[in-house]
């Protein structure tokens, strides 16, 4: 069973703050990392991609990614109210089938 | 990306009754897949939808339940039939354009209420 795991939260951060999510993976063999925001009542959004050991950054956004231990994070940098979401990550299989496995997502509230 | 129209975006529906939603892109795409998601809960795959073929179905999911076409490659519909309470729940479309563990795009999302 290939399992994504994401503290529910939420994670409350001030306005400004760095906001720090986190999720693990468990198929040792997955090659592509993903980050998506979705709001309430709306689909998720691709965000950020990452396939490679080591940091991406994107604006406010920087992905992590540690395949030895098996954990990507996001870093979002001086959070806005507007970053208040769900954000999911999301792992693809190996084996040939690249099906996305998601996390059950982390909620972000940033506070004024 | 991809530009994806997903229909209807909601509609209430008679239990026993059942419901085809519809998934258009602009583009061809090789990936199409058709996600469920509860209140409150992440993405569960229903199924990959498989141009000319079967789609390829989830432990859970069953194609007497939940039928899919897929013509094309740049559309799908999603049938949930028979339905119960139980159905009641968001339905999203989701395309890669590659199989290659490139990043999927998502439909708006259909919300589906059964009463």
């Known amino acids: 069973q290939k399992e994504v795991e994401q503290n529910s939260g939420p994670l409350s951060v001030p306005e400004g703050a760095i906001a720090s999510l986190n999720c693990t993976y468990s198929d040792r063999g997955s090659q592509s990392f993903f980050w998506y925001r979705q709001y309430s009542g709306k689909s998720p959004e691709l965000i950020m991609s990452?396939?490679?050991?080591g940091d991406k950054e994107d604006g406010r956004f920087t992905a992590q990614l540690n395949k030895a231990s098996q954990y990507v994070s996001l870093l979002i940098r001086d959070s806005q109210p507007s970053d208040s979401a769900t954000y999911l990550c999301?792992?693809?299989?190996?084996?040939?089938?690249?099906?996305?496995?998601f996390g059950r997502g982390t909620s972000l509230i940033v506070h004024p | 990306s991809a530009v994806i129209s997903q229909k209807p975006s909601r509609d209430i529906c008679q239990r026993g009754t059942s419901l085809t939603i519809q998934c258009q892109v602009d583009?061809?795409?090789?990936?199409m897949f058709w996600y469920r998601q509860q209140p409150g809960q992440s993405l569960t795959l229903i199924a990959t939808a498989n141009q000319g073929s079967e789609a390829t179905y989830e432990s859970g999911f069953v194609i007497d339940k939940f039928p899919i076409s897929r013509p094309n490659l740049t559309f799908s519909t999603l049938t949930v039939s028979n339905m119960s309470p139980e159905d009641s729940s968001i339905y999203l479309c989701s395309v890669a354009k590659t199989a290659l563990g490139t990043e999927a795009f998502f439909g708006q999302g259909t919300r589906l209420t059964v009463v």
């Open positions: 990452i396939y490679s050991n």
């Open positions: 999301a792992v693809n299989s190996s084996g040939g089938s690249y099906i996305p496995t």
């Open positions: 583009s061809q795409v090789t990936m």
